[in-house]
Nanobody, 128 residues
Framework: QVQLVESGGGLVQPGGSLRLSCAASGFTSAYYAIGWFRQAPGKEREGISCIGSTSRDANLIYADSVKGRFTISRDNAENKVYLEMNSLKPEDTAVYYC???????????????????WGQGTQVTVSS
C-alpha cells in the first residue's frame, strides 16, 4: 500500500526554521518525482518545491515565494524527502503536503496535477 506521511510541522516564530519530512512506504520514493505543496486557509494550493526521480538528469524546482529560504532533499536510504525551511515568515503559515508521481520522471514540476499519491499534511504556523 502506497503511503506518504508528513511530519515536522509546528509553531515557530518569524525568522525561525523547521524541517519537514515526507516518509514513503509501499514504494521506493527515489524512483519518482516528489513535490511539496501548501495550502493556507482561503487560498488555493501552491506548489512550492519538487525534486525529480533520482538520476543524473533530476531537477529541483522552487517557487519564487520560497526560493533561497527552502531546500528540498532526499534520503534514499530512509525512503524520505525533506523540506528544510529557513527564515520563515507569517505568510508561510499553511498545511504542507508531499506528493509522489505514479511514473518515474527525473523532471519534476510543481503542478499538482501530475502527482498521484498525497500525504495527509502537516500544519506549519509562523507567528510571534
Amino acid at each position: 500500500q502506497v503511503q506518504l506521511v508528513e511530519s515536522g510541522g509546528g509553531l515557530v516564530q518569524p525568522g525561525g526554521s523547521l524541517r519537514l519530512s515526507c516518509a514513503a512506504s509501499g514504494f521506493t520514493s527515489a524512483y519518482y518525482a516528489i513535490g511539496w505543496f501548501r495550502q493556507a486557509p482561503g487560498k488555493e494550493r501552491e506548489g512550492i518545491s519538487c525534486i525529480g526521480s533520482t538520476s543524473r538528469d533530476a531537477n529541483l524546482i522552487y517557487a519564487d515565494s520560497v526560493k533561497g529560504r527552502f531546500t528540498i532533499s532526499r534520503d534514499n536510504a530512509e525512503n524520505k524527502v525533506y523540506l528544510e525551511m529557513n527564515s520563515l515568515k507569517p505568510e508561510d503559515t499553511a498545511v504542507y503536503y508531499c506528493a509522489s508521481t505514479r511514473q518515474s520522471t527525473p523532471l519534476c514540476t510543481p503542478d499538482g496535477s501530475i502527482y498521484t499519491f498525497w500525504g495527509q499534511g502537516t500544519q506549519v504556523t509562523v507567528s510571534s
